[in-house]
Structure formats: structure tokens, C-alpha cells
């Protein structure tokens, strides 16, 4: 069975900062791995998702992440946050064969500061 | 295009009574999809519909929670009889269709509160 772990429940950061969001998983089977953001009081939308070749995935509002195979991470950056980024943000697994449901990590509170 | 809608969006029942949530998926998706979202904690898959046949139902307190989509359409997910710890966010899903690249759209979700 899959496992995600995201590194850091909550995240402040200033506005016009870069951000990092740290997701580890555990597998022991190949995984498809996705960001999901949660804005308050909606339901989830997908940043992003990797599935195969490149490592580096770049997904909407100028965000992206990288695929680290060696070291189990697949990390969301943004080189500059606005306001508007204020939201729940969730790092997903879903094994690629056998039950190809989605294993959600417990999410980044990511907090922008004027 | 229509979201994934739910209703409704907000519930508070006290325990031991029922309660059922309702969802209409994408248009055309065939896949359906119920998770329970705990406050501090990341969405778990309860249930996951193709069409109107159930795929995974292994995480399903199948004691008191029960759901159906019988046309393939829309869905009914219910608790009967709720407990304090059934307390959450209840997210419908749907896909186009099964398979794990499929990329999954939520709705809002129906907060219950028991008490």
C-alpha cells in the first residue's frame, strides 16, 4: 500500500516570496503522483500531475514540481506567491496498476502575508 | 461545463439519526467517486462507482454507510445511524472514466456536523 507524507502543515510565507510545499511517498509498486488546492470553502482542483517522462511538471497559476525518484518527493514550487495562493494545497499518489485510487497526503495550509 | 454538484452543502443531525448526501457528477463521466474529509486531514476514498456498478468499496463503514447510483448518473451516499466521529467534509468526485491518469473533479462537498 501507498503512503504520502507531506513534510509541513502549515506554511507562511510573504507575498512576491518564493515557496516550497515537500511531499515524500511511499510505494513499493510504480506511482502516478499529483497536487491537488483546496480554496476555502470549494472543493479540490488539480494543480498538476505527473504520469511519465519529464521530471520536472509545470501545472496551472505558475506552479511546478519535480518528480524525484531516488529520494520519494515530489515537491510544489512557485517562484513568487500572490494573495490569491492563500489555500489548502494536497500531494496525491495513485499506483499505477492494482487499485489506481488516490492516496492524499494531510495538506499544506500555505498562508501568503502582505 | 457544468461542475460536480452537491447538496446539500451543509448538514447538522444529532447522533443515531440519518442522514443522505446527494451528487450529480460531470456530464458524460462515468466514473463516480465519495470521499470523506476530516478536519486536519486529507480526502479517503469511501467509494468509487463505473457506471452503476461499485469498483472499491474496501474503506466503507458498510455498518451504517450505504450508496447507490442507480441510473449511472447521480448519487445518493447515506449514514444511518450517524456518529460523532462521522463528522466531515463529504467530497464527491467524478472522472471521465476509471484508471489512475484520469484526473478527478470535485464538488464542494456537504459538511456534517454530528452532535
Known amino acids: 500500500a501507498q503512503s504520502v507524507t507531506q513534510l509541513d502543515s502549515q506554511v507562511p510565507v510573504f507575498e512576491e516570496a518564493p515557496v516550497e510545499l515537500r511531499c515524500n511517498y511511499s510505494?513499493?509498486?510504480?506511482?502516478?503522483l499529483f497536487w491537488y488546492v483546496q480554496y476555502p470553502n470549494q472543493g479540490l482542483q488539480l494543480l498538476l500531475k505527473?504520469?511519465?517522462?519529464?521530471?520536472l511538471v509545470k501545472g496551472i497559476n505558475g506552479f511546478e514540481a519535480e518528480f524525484n525518484k531516488s529520494q520519494t518527493s515530489f515537491h510544489l514550487r512557485k517562484p513568487s506567491v500572490h494573495i490569491s495562493d492563500t489555500a489548502e494545497y494536497f500531494c496525491?499518489?495513485?499506483?499505477?496498476?492494482?487499485?489506481?485510487?488516490?492516496?492524499f497526503g494531510q495538506g499544506t495550509r500555505l498562508t501568503i502575508n502582505p | 461545463e457544468a461542475g460536480v454538484a452537491q447538496s446539500p452543502r451543509y448538514k447538522i443531525i444529532e447522533k443515531r439519526q440519518s442522514v443522505a448526501f446527494w451528487c450529480n457528477p460531470i456530464?458524460?463521466?462515468?466514473?463516480l467517486y465519495w470521499y470523506q474529509q476530516i478536519l486536519g486531514q486529507g480526502p479517503k476514498l469511501l467509494i468509487q462507482?463505473?457506471?452503476?456498478?461499485?469498483?472499491?468499496d474496501s474503506q466503507l463503514p458498510k455498518d451504517r454507510f450505504s450508496a447507490e447510483r442507480l441510473k449511472g448518473v447521480d448519487s445518493t451516499l447515506k449514514i444511518q445511524p450517524a456518529k460523532l466521529e462521522d463528522s466531515a467534509v463529504y467530497l464527491c468526485?467524478?472522472?471521465?472514466?476509471?484508471?489512475?491518469?484520469?484526473?478527478?473533479?470535485f464538488g464542494p462537498g456537504t459538511r456534517l456536523l454530528v452532535l
Open positions: 510505494s513499493s509498486v510504480s506511482v502516478y
Open positions: 468526485a467524478s472522472s471521465l472514466t476509471q484508471g489512475a491518469r484520469e484526473t478527478q473533479y
Open positions: 505527473y504520469l511519465s517522462g519529464s521530471t
Open positions: 462507482f463505473q457506471n452503476n456498478g461499485v469498483v472499491d
Open positions: 456530464s458524460g463521466h462515468a466514473t
Open positions: 496525491a499518489v495513485s499506483e499505477i496498476q492494482g487499485a489506481q485510487k488516490l492516496v
